[in-house]
């Protein structure tokens, strides 16, 4: 039962730069915050424990995606587990890459109207946003990853022209103290439950049929890496500009940041200036998650493609992302939900699947050769 | 040419057509149909409301930037006219909060005021006593920028608003931006941005101190018609008489005649949102210099050859000031290092000291008056404020600390007037200008 699904070719680096760019969006929005609010000065710590707990959790996605090669998680979920189980998983899944899709639409959203349109009605941004994101989920996932390659040199490269700008207010390397911040108990438990951050990396369970095996082992590994590295780095440097009880109380750290920057009379007020590569990062998060969550539904029904998909899917994030009463409310499911509990279908369940597949000894070696037919 | 095709280029059309209509969408706004704030200025008034002041910026005379200066020179004042005046307009009105008192001022002025030109906050000293946290709120609108610069003035914000009237620059605003940045190098004012002070005001480790301004007292009249003679002789009589101290002056006191009728020296020393009160220029540099923020100043030592003269040294700093705190029976011990360099300006008097052991002999000499400064305004904040206007306790006192909740328990605030604190300067001549010894003209020949 071997089908192929428009999905075009995948490059390396394009899919490299398409799940870095997934996982690190989250840091646009309140999330620094969170962690400030959680883990005090020690917040850095927690996305480093959550980062190098995560490289198991997507060690058991890559070695269930070696074990069935050309298929994506989701069918070989349900080759491991049979139709019920492995249905279960996809809609595991499926709602992961949902919820991240509709909670990061609201409340990026809601950053622009607070940041910079503040008298245009919501839906506007919203169906503006979800135009796009459809359309270019419509070309599919090549179309997406070849435009997040393209573009991740410029969305790093903003990042770090902006750490460089606030030099300046970097005096202040003590409020990286007290190290352990609200308790190396704390910090431990909270980076367990705060691997839901690196959750996207589940992309690569996908992307898998396109890569060889060796291919996607290193696109993972590389971009969870990335990731990291990036987002510590992000969080240290939130840290170190806005002392804690600040860090604590923005509710968009980095267009705070960004605002910060003050050299002389000429360089300030800039932050406009990376508002356009903060929304074409925040577009391309948004299609990859969308078409996470196209493909996972199509290959769940057994679809042959998942185009026809997407339009309803629009219009369902599209009215599920009002039901959420107010900007606040979306922070706090993110933050005590999906980013608390995300863990458990982007890297519990490909383990478990992945462990029951050695149990009853489905797939590996043997097998694939004869399946595959690539 | 199918179907297809003329639905394609229908789209294409109204595509572009809605490039047109939809602009900016509902957040267009003309510039002429705002009022850009370039100073707000707080006050108490009665039952707990603040008079707010603003300062409007007038685009079109800002932008013309001669001023009223061209034809008319010949009749009025003795002064020159300031080029600012005419370039703003200045309005006061009294509300509960900051929010309403910007709708108030739009029954009056006919275009939307808006603040994102905001450049300076200035908080009137009878609002800054009685803790004007409540108003502080007003960082979270989007408008105000962290940026912004934050000024303490004895006396009334609006006051100070009405009287600032710059000579140099046609917008007061960008004067002020000017003047904080050029004085905040020679150290005789904090730098105090909308960051910085709540930064620290908002810390467990210090406390925040802010630029210091005034109207000045020096009998300056409104767009500098005075005169000037008199002036200068009150000026004199108003002179320090201990050489020594080089600024011993706060906002509103210093001797001069002529210019603009505000001035920007000394800091006002704030516990939380609460002003407590104020530091004058010495004081200032010498609490820039223990937060590790001091840029270049001159200070006078008394010359070690000969008595009764002085040396004029341009310092700054060498190293970032070292900190280190240790708690012993829960009081906390503060050894501070301080690390300067400098060139020396002017020998008073006369003496080498491009060699040693003169040279050795002067740099003892700094290093005893820059720690007799130091300890003088640490004994200042421990006793007289009660205030860790050095962020000892961030810079020093933190790292010892485990956790936030061990750190915020042990409430350095309340503990730093007790601390003992030995502050140790050292201090090298690293350059003596374009000659090794200063002229000597001959006597008595």
């Known amino acids: 039962m071997s089908y192929r699904l428009p999905e075009g070719h995948q490059g390396r680096r394009e899919a490299f730069a398409l799940i870095t760019i997934t996982i690190i969006t989250e840091i646009f929005l309140s999330i620094p915050q969170k962690l400030a609010v959680d883990g005090k000065s020690a917040a850095w710590i927690i996305i480093l424990i959550a980062g190098a707990l995560s490289f198991v959790g997507l060690y058991f996605i890559l070695a269930l995606s070696r074990r069935f090669p050309g298929k994506t998680i989701v069918e070989a979920g349900e080759e491991a587990v049979g139709p019920f189980l492995g249905t279960i998983a996809a809609l595991a899944y499926f709602i992961f890459f949902m919820a991240s899709l509709i909670l990061f639409l609201r409340q990026f959203s809601e950053t622009i109207i607070t940041a910079f349109l503040p008298q245009t009605p919501i839906s506007v941004i919203t169906a503006g946003f979800l135009v796009v994101i459809i359309y270019s989920t419509y070309i599919g996932l090549e179309a997406i990853s070849r435009t997040a390659g393209l573009l991740i040199g410029f969305i790093i490269g903003s990042l770090a022209l902006i750490t460089v700008l606030l030099i300046p207010f970097m005096v202040a390397s003590y409020n990286l103290f007290p190290f352990w911040g609200s308790g190396p108990d704390i910090v431990a438990r909270l980076g367990a439950t705060r691997t839901s951050l690196f959750g996207e990396i589940l992309i690569v369970g996908l992307i898998a049929p396109l890569l060889s095996g060796k291919e996607l082992g290193r696109v993972g590994i590389t971009s969870l890496a990335a990731a990291i590295g990036i987002m510590t780095f992000v969080e240290v440097i939130y840290l170190i500009i806005f002392p804690l009880p600040a860090s604590a109380v923005f509710t968009f750290p980095l267009y705070s940041g960004a605002r910060l920057v003050f050299i002389g009379r000429f360089v300030q007020r800039i932050d406009a200036i990376f508002v356009f590569v903060w929304i074409i990062t925040a577009l391309i998060k948004l299609a990859a998650t969308m078409y996470a969550s196209a493909a996972v539904l199509a290959r769940a029904l057994k679809l042959p493609v998942f185009r026809p998909l997407v339009f309803p899917l629009g219009i369902l994030v599209f009215a599920i992302s009002f039901t959420i009463p107010s900007f606040p409310d979306a922070v706090t499911i993110d933050s005590r939900y999906l980013r608390t509990y995300g863990w458990i279908p982007a890297f519990l369940f490909p383990a478990l699947v992945y462990l029951v597949a050695v149990l009853r000894k489905k797939g590996g070696r043997g097998s694939d050769l004869a399946q595959s037919n690539s | 040419m199918t179907w297809r095709k003329v639905t394609a280029s229908l789209l294409v059309l109204l595509l572009l057509a809605l490039t047109v209509t939809t602009t900016g969408c509902w957040d267009r706004r003309e510039p002429e149909d705002l009022a850009f704030v370039i100073t707000l200025g707080l006050d ?402």
């Open chain 2, 44 to 445: 108490t008034a009665p039952n707990k409301q603040v008079l707010l002041t603003v300062q409007i910026a007038l685009p079109k005379r800002l932008a013309g930037g001669a001023g009223p200066g061209g034809g008319g020179g010949g009749g009025g004042g003795v002064g020159p006219s300031p080029v600012s005046s005419g370039t703003t307009f200045v309005l006061s009105v009294v509300a509960p909060s900051i929010p309403t008192a910007l709708n108030l001022i739009n029954t009056n002025v006919g275009r939307m005021v808006n603040l994102d030109h905001n450049r300076l906050i200035v908080i009137g000293e009878d609002m800054a006593r009685k803790n004007f946290s409540r108003f502080l709120a007003v960082v979270v609108f989007p408008e105000i920028r962290r940026t912004t610069f934050l000024i303490t003035t004895r006396g009334r914000a609006a006051d100070f608003i009405e009287a600032n009237t710059p000579f140099i620059e046609a917008n007061p605003a960008k004067y002020i931006e000017e003047l904080t940045t050029a004085n905040f190098f020679s150290g005789l004012i904090p730098l105090s941005q909308l960051h910085q002070f709540l930064s620290a005001a908002e810390s467990y480790g210090q406390e925040a101190i802010t630029i210091l301004a005034d109207v000045t007292k020096a009998g300056l009249k409104p767009k500098g018609q005075t005169d000037f003679k008199k002036q200068i002789e009150e000026a004199m009589k108003k002179a320090p008489t201990i050489a020594l101290e080089t600024i011993p002056f706060i906002a509103g006191e210093i001797p001069r005649a002529g210019g603009n009728r505000v001035e920007f020296v000394g800091a006002a020393v704030y516990k939380g949102a609460r002003l407590v009160g104020f530091l004058n220029g010495s004081e200032t540099r010498a609490a820039a210099a223990l937060r590790g923020e001091f840029r270049r100043g001159f200070i006078l030592v008394p010359n070690p050859l000969r008595k009764g003269f002085f040396v004029i040294i341009e310092l700054s700093q060498a190293r970032p000031v070292s900190v280190k705190v240790r708690i012993n029976k829960g009081i906390p011990e503060i050894n501070v290092r301080v690390t300067m360099e400098g060139n020396i300006d002017a020998i008073q008097g006369g003496g080498n000291f491009s060699v040693n052991p003169a040279k050795r002999q002067l740099e003892r000499a700094v290093e005893k008056r820059l720690t007799q400064i130091a300890n003088a305004v640490v004994t200042k904040a421990q006793s007289q404020f009660q205030a860790d206007i050095f962020g000892f306790g961030d810079r020093g006192a933190r790292r010892l600390f485990r956790t936030w909740d061990e750190w915020t328990r042990y409430k350095w605030l309340s503990q730093f007037p007790q601390a003992r604190v030995k502050v140790q300067t050292s201090f090298r001549v690293r350059r003596i200008g374009l000659q090794f010894a200063p002229p000597k003209p001959v006597t008595g020949r």
